[in-house]
Every structure is written in C-alpha cells, then in structure tokens.
C-alpha cells in the first residue's frame, strides 16, 4: 500500500515537472502588417491615426527606433523573416512574379531547401499557425502547410479583397483556404484574421505555439466599412481616410490577440512581436513614412525601417527603446534561442535576447545588407551607402540626417569607397 501511494507521489511530481517543462517553452505571436507607413502609428508621432494598442505593445515593451526588413516588398521580405537568412543568398530577391518567359513555375516560392520558423519550431513540440498572407509560393509544394504549419486559414498570393472572396475566384478574390473548418464568407479580412488568429490562441493554449498573424492591411486594395471611415471623416482626401480607416481597424485586431493572450493567462509566456513587412509605397495607400524619405520598393529608410516592436510581460523591459540596428532577420534565431533549438545552417539574423537583457553588452550587427533588383545598400554605424546603376553612390550620415536628405559621399570618399568596395564584396 505504502509502495502503490509512493509510486503514485512519484508519477504525480512527474507529471508536475512535465507541465512546468511544457510551460517553460514560451509562445509566439508574430504580427506583421503589410505596407504600413512608419509614421502611421501615433507611437511613431502621428497625430491623424491613433493606434493604441500597437502603442500598448511598445510601451508596455521594447520599441526597436533602429529596426529593418530585409527587403522593401512583401515576398523577399517574409522569406528572410521566416528563415532568419538574407534571402539575397538563395536567390529569393524579388516579389513572385506571374508566369514571365525564363520562369519555371516550380520554381516561383520560397525554396525547399530553406527551412521556415515554423519547421524548427515543430521539431521542437510547437504548433504552428498561419492566419492571413503567405505570398512565398502557390505550387502545391510551397503550400505553408508542407512548411512547418499545422494550421492555415488565408490566402497564398499577396493580397486580397477584403470584403470578398470567390470559390472560383482568382488574385485579390482568390477563396480562402482553411484546413481545421470550412471556411465562411470573409467579412472584413482585418477582422476575419483576427478573430480566427484569436481562436488558434484560445484552442491551442495548452502547449507551446507559434502564431504567425499576417494581416493584409494597410495594403492595397483601398477597402473600408462605413464605420471606421466616419471615424476618419475630417481627412478630405478619400484614399487617406481610408488608409486611416484601415490601420484603425488593424490596431483594434492587434488590441483583440492582446486581450485573447491575458485573457488566456499566457501573458508571462508568450513573446508579442510586432513588424510591417516594408514601408509604406506612398502613392497607392497614401500611407506616410515621416521621418523618413522613400517607400516601398527603395531602399531608403522609408522602404526598410519599419516599426518593430517586442512585448513580453515580465520577461523582457517594459517601456524601453533598444536604439542598436536590429533586422527582421533576427526573429527566427531569437525564437529559436528561447525555445532551445539551433539552426543547422549559418543565419544572418542574431539572437536578441542576451542584447535585450544586457547580457551581451555588444551590438546586434557590425552592418546591415540589402540588395532589391538593381540597388544595393549597406548601413555600419550611422554611415549609409546606397548604390543604384544610375547614378553615383550616395552615402548618409543617419546621425545627422535620418531623412536622407543630403548625400555626404563626396566630402567622405574613403568611408564611400570602403562601404562600396563590403557592399560588392557581399
Ligand atoms: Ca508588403
């Protein structure tokens, strides 16, 4: 008798340390917007949007004010963000285009020998869910599902109407795909993502996950309800209230996952991260990337420096700027730090925690590299060098001139040269 009650005491402490263990791997959530404006968030100075609950994130965490995608458009950008490597070094350097002549459809996604966040983190017990936009391939075998996620609702192009979907539908009216339930008509996308992003959180809260909230908005097309462009009414210009009205109705989403994760209790154990996939392209959602000069498409800091933002109550500093330059890239090794894993391939990206928590006192990266189609630029320290084929290059010093206003590269030519001469070595 004593013996059966040892073993039972025995099995019980087990299975205590067992869920402890399980608890210990954190969870998380990675929002990412699509085309926002950097200085569309009233965290970021704007007085005509008012985000308050992407504002909570940042001051109830780190706001990122050096922080970079690794390319100004959406397909480039997810590629590096999933695989935590630059994806200029698998050839991954452009949106997917259609079918153009030289293009082998088979080839047209994010390659199969790259492994995703979403495949590490499964071998290490995680679930993974997609909701909203994965523009990294629509053959069959670049489907998300055969990369890492358990679990998708959304799209595989690289955007969509948000009042509509069509079951034969093509592009922007493409149907959504599901595979946990039949999916109904889309709503408001913005809403649907989150309400579906909020579901994938309350039914999986009992082991580690991983949720990858990839919203359409801000991007085109310029769609909004009624009730969020009255909230917008004092802008006249029509694509700017509804671009307002758009992020409006992200920041109520973004407040949604927020509330789901507290509700839940998993507020201690669950890592919040925040990021828009590139800047703003100005002239088709009439977003603003103030302070900086550009857009998406360029590789001035309006196409590359996005708002970043990492939240994790208790656990990380609360109302803190991390002022170092940090890249997308640095997410997926971050991630995997936290939950005791390890890239079997060399990344770009660096773990930020040890830089968050003080423990390494040096920075994140020596430099940062782009190359978008025919442009190329490399940021070290606050020098900037930006290389396009027509022109000289252009060197900024980002202490002075964050707006990239005046090109310095003649009265530095060695600096000039030197970031020239990494840049083409790269
Ligand atoms: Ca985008």
Known sequence: MVFVRFSFLIIFLLLGQLTILAQQKPNFIL?????????????????????????????TGI???????????????????????NQVRFGHDNNIGGNQLGFDPEFLGLPLTEKTIADHLKKLGYIN????????????????????????????????????????????LSPIECNYKTPEPITYITDDVGNESVGFIKKNKAQPFFLYAAFNAPHTPMQATDEDLALYDFIEDEKR??????????????????????????????????????????????????????????LLEGGIHVPFIFNWQGKLPEGVTFDYPVTSLDILPTFLGLA??????????????????????TIPHQDLKWRFTISAAIREGNWKLVRLPDRLPMLFDLSKDVSEQKDVSLYHLGKTKELLKKLGAW
């Open 31 to 59: 929002i990412v917007a699509d085309d926002l404006g950097f200085g569309d968030l009233s965290i970021n100075g704007s007085a005509q949007i008012k985000t308050p609950h992407i504002d909570e994130l940042a001051q």
């Open 129 to 172: 869910g997609l909701i909203g936009k994965w523009h990294l391939g629509d053959a069959p075998h670049f489907h998300p599902l055969k990369r890492g996620f358990d679990e998708f609702w959304g799209y595989t192009g690289g955007g969509h109407d948000y009042f509509r979907s069509e079951p034969d539908g093509k592009g922007y």
């Open 63 to 85: 706001r990122f004010t050096e922080g970079y995608v690794s390319s100004p458009v959406c397909s480039p950008s997810r590629a590096g963000l999933l695989t935590g490597i």
């Open 340 to 361: 005791g894993g390890k890239s079997d391939k060399e990344l770009d990206g660096v773990d930020l925690l040890p830089h968050l928590l003080k423990e390494n006192s």
């Open 241 to 298: 209230r509804t671009y307002a009205a758009m992020v409006h109705r992200l920041d109520v989403n973004v407040g949604k996952i927020i509330a789901a994760v507290k509700e839940e209790g998993l507020a201690e154990n669950t890592l919040i991260v925040f990021i828009s996939d590139n800047g703003g392209p100005v002239d088709s959602n009439a977003s603003i990337n103030a302070p900086f000069n550009g857009q998406k498409g360029i």
